[in-house]
């Protein structure tokens, strides 16, 4: 709704677009507590807020400058309603949504504050959510938030889509953006390890991009196949008590099938191109993990290929770290402790509780139990929530009431 109503007002009066979603939902609130939420509660808030929207535009159509490019129709009786009509249509929403997207994701904002800003205008959430997904205080969120929206409000017109060239040149911010989104969801440092609706919100996003005409290309194809793999995988992420269960101890037919079918589509899809991207080497990798039945089936030697080829787009001590687990399960612990104690002395690493507990898991079927429980005492020290503290705990006792494996 925001994204269709800054169409409507102009990005220069963001925050009368947000009061106006705002206002939608206290009508909400007080209309569905006496006659019961709507059979399409999402209908019902675009209806409101489009008629909110007239409403303002007739009364403060002299007072104001909406969107310089619908000024004219918008300061016509005869066209205003027809105007705002139009783009609340299902269509011009979803064009509104990308503008908007790539709006956030200006050339002078931070990274994570272009996420934060997607997470907001355009996924509803409010600024303690934020706050607690990014690990930070909310006041320092707000402040972010509101340095953020003079920038976008003093930055001219929204993003065109039908710029070409600019949507490519501000396409891998995007990408980025919905990323850290979506990792968020998945590997969550935030109270809980998992959130899903992070994950749904990004992919929502994702296809957005993929599935209209001037975003769909191998890129983004790829793009979406690595997060339909990925997330069709959150069903086993935790268990029924919400503990986090390890990649082996998946039930895979619990897995969401029509969601690897589907990225099994968009990764055939995304083959049609010459190049490789980073999104083509993960969704590959999930794909490995998605097309076996077992944790003992997985082609490990493939997905050790894929990692070296990934390392070399994206030389990251967490690819590094996935990369040397992989070859651990191929070749066995000793080559396993090996791999992972090679990357010791990276800081990034040393502050990753689960370089320890990969480390320590190696060592203890190499049968040098001591020195594994001490890596999993060390990654318990370093256990960014509760979740993930419950996890290494019971994967800690498990090993120390295990036998040893001889040497």
Known sequence: MVAALTRVFGIHNLELAEDVVQDAFCRALETWKYRGVPNDPAAWLMRVARNRALDVVRRERTARTFAPDL???LATEWTVSGVVAELFDETAIADDQLRMMFSCCHPKLPQSTQAMLVLQLLCGFGAREIAAGFVTERSAVERRLSRAK???TNGGPLFDIADRNDFERRLPAVLDAIYLLFNEGYHGSSQHA????LCAEALRLARLIAQHPIGSSPTTHAFCASMCL???????????GGNLRSLRDHDRSR????????????????ASGDGITRYHLEAAIAWQHAASARFDDTDWSAIAGLYDALLRIVP?????LNRAIAIGQRDGPVAGVTAVAALEGDARLERYPFFHAALGEFLFDEGRADEALARFERALSLARNVDEQNYLRRRRNALASSPVSAP
């Not at 897995?255 to 995304?270: C, H, P, T, V, Y």
């Open 230 to 240: 990925h997330a069709a995988r959150l069903p086993e992420r935790v268990d029924d």
């Open 255 to 270: 897995w969401n099938s029509g969601l690897i079918n589907e990225g099994r589509a968009w990764l055939e899809r995304s």
């Open 150 to 152: 003079r920038t976008l």
């Open 194 to 197: 998992v959130r899903s609706e």
């Open 316 to 320: 990251s001590p967490v690819v590094a």
């Open 71 to 73: 000024g004219r129709l």
